[in-house]
């Protein structure tokens, strides 16, 4: 067994009895479904005071951040199995999403093939170890002006 091989043998039998494999809900079995909606049930009633019992969440309602312009939660369904989960997004956020992706098309509508190639090559540096970890260092380009973009980078512009 070469070398790389044993590694690799190792590295499966950690991960096998480091991590516990993830089932996805719909495929627990009806009890373990139960059990999950029981659980979800018993956090919506400790989330009372902040959701009014309706809902949990990781997030504050009325969070003022501008950078929190969406919001997650989860609900249980009227089966007794069933849980359901929403995203709520703002008007900001979607306008926000929406000027960003045209600045970059923008950008990117300016550049040359060849420019936009040389403004996203990165290398990588020597490898190096501490302990068992290897670390793989990415050496990214210089930023460039470009006279398309007025004499501007590509984040800049």
Known sequence: MSWDEREEATMRHRRGNTRRSF???ENLSRHRQRDAFIRLRGRIL???PRHG???ASDMVLDETAPARQWFDFVFLGLDGHSIWNATLVTG???????IQDLAWDRTCAR???AEFEAEFRWKSGPVYSVGRQKFYPVILPEPRRHAALDGLTFREY
Do not use: I, K
């Open 92 to 98: 900001g956020l979607v306008f926000q999403d929406r």
């Open 23 to 25: 089932t996805p809900y």
């Open 53 to 55: 019992g309706l809902f």
């Open 111 to 113: 550049l040359t093939p």
């Open 46 to 48: 400790r989330e009372t």
